[in-house]
């Protein structure tokens, strides 16, 4: 199949190895609420942006977007009281120890403040993630970024093995068990880093492995870990860009997951399309850091994202998303999981609130990983009118990730849809 | 004197180290064109601020901004026209190699994509860059960062001093002569990067040395350097970020300074208060970068940059700012530089445009920079309603950078203020 005029326009103006999803690239021209509308005005049930959180085109927000950028919009050298107001706000969000905030662009840069600001406080370089991970793309943070590849073991970063429940590190052990196999590893890799002589500066991890699966964590491993990071000395970085904001049925993911960070990083969602994202802290580490380290940022801690940032917060509290992904994801993850007892190729159903992951297989019980039918699922849906993608250490995990507008009629539509996509494809 | 409550809680909620400019910090709660107003209602010149380069509040950028939201805004995993529109015109509006555009956030996020290229292309990772610039905070960026800080000698970076003639490296020799040291100094460190094993990738520069001075530049520096460079099998990366978008009189910094780089950054004013950043090269580059690093960043490359960023390039065309900035500027250097003969305090006097230094010193004859004086004239300058900063290797230099619709009027009612704060600081 040829490729059209506008992807070979695109390919020279943004190079030939710039993404596109799906067989047939859509071009998307218009969207409304949960929904997206291709040129040809057909209409797809977004199941994949968590940026627009609130939805797309939410009139709040390009009022308050509009508002704010014809008012005044500058950096945060001047004194501006929506800065101040937002930033206390995300601070009050937060657990009792987070009390001040670094602002900057994307969750890449947020992710840089928050290892920088790890090093500054501990005196010490260390870096320990997950072995199948995503947290950004410097220098520094795409070091830490193993999806898809083999972790190097670096001079100053080591990775343990994700927890999980699906494909556990040890089989056929306790729970209890095998969160201490899993503790061990983290240990390890602490211990490797004090004898390497850089030390040990922070355990950073999404607070629900999103991007890893998100797998099913054995219980109590969250809070273990912590204690244990707190115990060798270091910090515990909380990566939010994907479980924050309400995505898991709670605000933050940590409380999904029961844990309390010391610094917490949010992205994506916060401005609802607008770059905006965040680190936040004690005062005192937020203090050390910028002590240190004279950090500015020009288009960050500014009265848009500010203003923006803000009426995100207040549609997600008018419209009670909180609560809402709670129930309708509970009720989609539990339709999905009755299905995985019927069908060879669905291996394992889990999730957060609206963050899922369908893990498809070859069989249940190799749990050998079909990538293949993973993608081709993923386009076959797309012609179905909805669209999601894939992720997970094989590309085998169905990526479900709705705007939270996402309703329960449209979840009742994709399951329609689905179980349609199942006959046809796993028959 | 006490600070303010507002203050107080900025304390709090950004941390205490989060810089304020002036004695007493302003307050801004609106702007217009080249005007901002703090709270109560006092009109200042904006002198310093070049992200809104077309003006602050400009509507038609509002326009741009809230109509793009309202209807749509996604990542560039769809196609989608804007965005290709947009990096068309940026590839367009510079010189013939360069073809593509990779999009991001901040200038941070543009330099490090830069440098990654750089490195992938070359398959080296030695970096050279001035003595005195600043590039941005990310753990590699921040280490090109010497602005007020001694270079580091570390092992893949090396640091050359910027070319200038008010303080030259050599005294008493030709321009030739002067150029050619300076020249020397960027093969020595080319040299070290090679016997260090890192080899030599690229090249880093602000294309007028904007953090450095910005100096008078000894003649033809600029384009040898160039050759030297590619002579070394490296790269030149052109930092634009404050040269670029008409600031100078021409549309690029490069333009003004006589250079061809291989990899162009801009970022600031590209969005007029939108976070946009971008890195462009020849389609062989950007190819190569995207082949190994798989680039991707959520909220760039969006609808809403495409949208934004191609209403501020539509102003600066439509109000002619290029030319005007090169004519409000010239005149505004002109009447700047004949007070320097005058006034012992005023060493010199350089601009580009509509971005000027004015560098001032304790004697004419010692140079010796005068900190203090800068300083105190920037905060009795914000008194009397004009909005500057101060920069350079010294902190001696006033800064002024205003944005491009900055009106003759506007330029003769600062030299009168300035007039008066030389007479009552300098007398």
Redesign the interface.
């Known amino acids: 199949m040829g490729i ?1 005029p ?2 070979r ?2 390919d ?10 799906y067989d047939r ?7 409304e609420g949960v929904y ?2 291709d040129r040809e005005g057909r209409r797809y049930v977004d199941m994949y ?1 968590n ?2 959180v609130v939805g ?2 939410n ?1 709040a ?2 009022k308050a ?2 508002e704010q ?13 929506g ?2 107001t937002f ?2 706000r995300l ?1 009050a969000l937060n657990h009792d120890r987070i ?11 947020a992710v ?1 403040v928050a ?2 600001m790890a090093r500054v406080v501990t005196g010490k370089r260390g870096i320990v993630c997950t072995d199948a991970t995503y947290h950004g ?4 943070v ?1 070091s830490l970024s193993y999806l898809g590849s083999e972790p190097p073991e670096s001079g100053d970063i080591r990775a343990f093995p994700f927890p999980e429940r699906f494909r556990p590190l040890v089989d056929g052990v306790s729970e209890e068990k095998l969160c201490e196999a899993y503790l061990d590893r983290v240990a390890a890799c602490i211990a490797s880093l004090k004898a390497e002589g850089c030390g040990f500066a922070t355990l950073i991890m999404c607070s629900i492995f999103a991007n890893e699966g998100p797998p099913e964590i054995p219980s109590g491993f969250m809070a273990k870990v912590t204690d244990l990071v707190h115990r060798e000395g270091g910090l515990v970085i909380a990566d939010e860009v994907q479980s924050g904001y309400g995505r898991t049925g709670q605000m933050w993911g940590y409380e999904k997951t029961e844990f309390l960070p010391d610094i917490v990083v949010t ?2 969602p916060m ?1 609802n ?3 905006i994202s965040a680190t936040a802290a004690s ?1 005192e580490f ?2 050390a ?3 240190e ?10 009265p ?1 994202q500010a203003a923006v940032g803000m009426a995100v917060l207040d549609e997600i509290e008018r419209l009670d998303l909180i609560q809402h992904a709670a129930s309708v994801g509970d009720r989609l993850t539990g339709e999905l999981k009755s299905r995985v007892a019927g069908n060879e190729a669905i291996g394992d159903v889990r999730g957060y609130g609206l963050f899922l992951g369908v893990e498809l297989v070859k069989d249940s019980n190799s749990k050998e990983p079909d990538a293949a039918l993973t993608l081709a699922m993923s386009d076959r849906m797309k012609d179905k009118g909805f669209l999601v993608s894939y992720s997970g250490r094989f590309n085998n995990v169905l990526k479900i990730r709705p705007p939270l507008v996402f309703s329960d009629d449209n979840a009742t539509d994709f399951l329609y849809a689905f179980d349609e996509c199942v006959g046809e494809m796993c028959g």
Chains 1, 2 share one sequence.
Do not use: W
């Not at 020279?12 to 999803?21: H, R």
């Open positions: 059209s506008l992807q326009r695109r020279l103006a943004l190079g030939s190895g710039a993404e596109l999803f690239p859509l071009e998307i021209i218009r969207g997206l509308y942006n940026v627009p797309h085109a009139p927000i390009v977007m509009s950028q014809a008012t005044v919009n500058v950096h945060s050298r001047y004194l501006h009281d800065i101040v930033a206390e601070a009390e001040s905030v670094v602002f900057s662009c994307s969750g890449t840069e840089e290892i920088q793309n410097t220098e520094l795409g992205g994506k401005g399309g607008l770059p005062k937020v203090d850091f910028r002590a380290k004279d950090y500015f940022n020009t288009c960050a801690a500014t848009l």
